[in-house]
């Protein structure tokens, strides 16, 4: 599936500041940013990426930040009123 079908199925650009801690220092924490197109309230897709990250990688997470946005939206379509043709 393109993009753009995923955003007409409701899928919404969704951006995820996942804070964890550093495997060598426990007491600090790192930040890292990840987008992807995803449905909220579920976000299958991030969940899939956070249950990869508590497997695979040896950082412990804190806390998950999650901000969406409609990349397409029905005000955005407008039906155009001319036709301009270069050569």
Same mark, same amino acid.
């Given at each position: 599936?393109?993009?753009?079908?995923?955003?007409?199925?409701?899928?919404?650009?969704?951006?995820?500041?996942?804070?964890?801690?550093? /495997?060598?220092? /426990?007491?600090?924490?790192?930040?890292?940013?990840?987008?992807?197109?995803?449905?909220?309230?579920?976000?299958?897709?991030?969940?899939?990426?956070?249950?990869?990250?508590?497997?695979?990688?040896?950082?412990?997470?804190?806390?998950?930040?999650?901000?969406?946005?409609?990349?397409?939206?029905?005000?955005?379509?407008?039906?155009?009123?001319?036709?301009?043709?270069?050569?």
């Amino acid at each position: 599936m393109t993009d753009l079908e995923r955003q007409l199925h409701d899928y919404r650009l969704t951006t995820a500041e996942i804070l964890y801690r550093l /495997p060598d220092h /426990p007491g600090l924490l790192q930040s890292f940013v990840w987008q992807t197109l995803d449905i909220a309230p579920r976000y299958p897709v991030l969940r899939k990426f956070l249950d990869h990250w508590r497997v695979h990688i040896d950082a412990p997470l804190h806390s998950v930040r999650i901000a969406q946005r409609g990349v397409v939206a029905a005000a955005e379509f407008r039906l155009a009123n001319c036709e301009l043709r270069l050569h």
